[in-house]
T-cell receptor, first 117, second 114 residues
Framework: AQSVTQLGSHVSVSEGALVLLRCNYS??????LFWYVQYPNQGLQLLLK??????LVKGINGFEAEFKKSETSFHLTKPSAHMSDAAEYFC???????????????FGTGTRLLVSP | EAGVTQFPSHSVIEKGQTVTLRCDPI?????LYWYRRVMGKEIKFLLH????????ESGMPNNRFLAERTGGTYSTLKVQPAELEDSGVYFC????????????FGSGTRLTVV
């Protein structure tokens, strides 16, 4: 069964510093991996996704993530944090139903990013 | 294009009462999903509709939860009777066809059972 582990429920950075949010996955088949962000009082927004094409995936708002099969990781990074990046970030792996092909997401517990001036 | 709409945004009910959550997906999206996040834990899948049919309801916690999607448009999730452990944020999402495009999520309904 697929699962996702996000290391660190809270990550604090200064504005302009590197953002690194960690995600490790477990999957018996090649996974599809996603990062979602939730800003206060809003729904989950897709940041980026890995679907077995390029291992370095670029997303919105300057974020990117690299799929590393040898490390079973899909860490999210951004070179320079902005105050507006403060939000909660969720890593997720897809789960495919073998008979119908319909998929559902298995989420990690989330990481809250705090950005200080 | 209107997004996924959920209401109410917040609901506070007493243990034993009934609550109905509603989700309006993006028009034309056949796939509709319900997820739940309980008390800062991970977001968990509840069920998946394709049009009006339940394709996967393996995440429904117990028979106190009933989801419907009459006519393949909006969906409701009823909790009857509500228990304290049902408190959390209930998210709805919809997608057109390919899951790989990613869902569009609603803002969620925060349910508090006291």
């Amino acid at each position: 069964a697929q699962s996702v582990t996000q290391l660190g429920s809270h990550v604090s950075v200064s504005e302009g510093a590197l953002v690194l949010l960690r995600c490790n996955y477990s999957s018996s088949v090649p996974p599809y991996l996603f990062w979602y962000v939730q800003y206060p009082n809003q729904g989950l927004q897709l940041l980026l996704k890995y679907t077995s094409a390029a291992t370095l995936v670029k997303g919105i708002n300057g974020f990117e993530a690299e799929f590393k099969k040898s490390e079973t990781s899909f860490h999210l990074t951004k070179p320079s944090a902005h105050m507006s990046d403060a939000a909660e970030y969720f890593c997720a792996v897809s789960l495919r139903r073998m008979n119908t092909g319909f998929q559902k997401l298995v989420f990690g517990t989330g990481t809250r990013l705090l950005v200080s001036p | 294009e209107a997004g996924v709409t959920q209401f109410p945004s917040h609901s506070v009910i007493e243990k034993g009462q009934t609550v109905t959550l509603r989700c309006d997906p993006i028009s034309g999206h056949d796939n509709l999903y319900w997820y739940r996040r309980v008390m800062g834990k991970e977001i968990k899948f509840l069920l998946h509709f394709v049009k009006e049919s339940k394709q996967d309801e393996s995440g429904m916690p117990n028979n106190r939860f009933l989801a419907e999607r009459t006519g393949g448009t909006y969906s409701t999730l009823k909790v009857q009777p509500a228990e304290l452990e049902d408190s959390g944020v209930y998210f709805c999402a919809s997608s057109l066809t390919s899951f790989l495009d990613g869902y569009t999520f609603g803002s969620g309904t925060r349910l508090t059972v006291v």
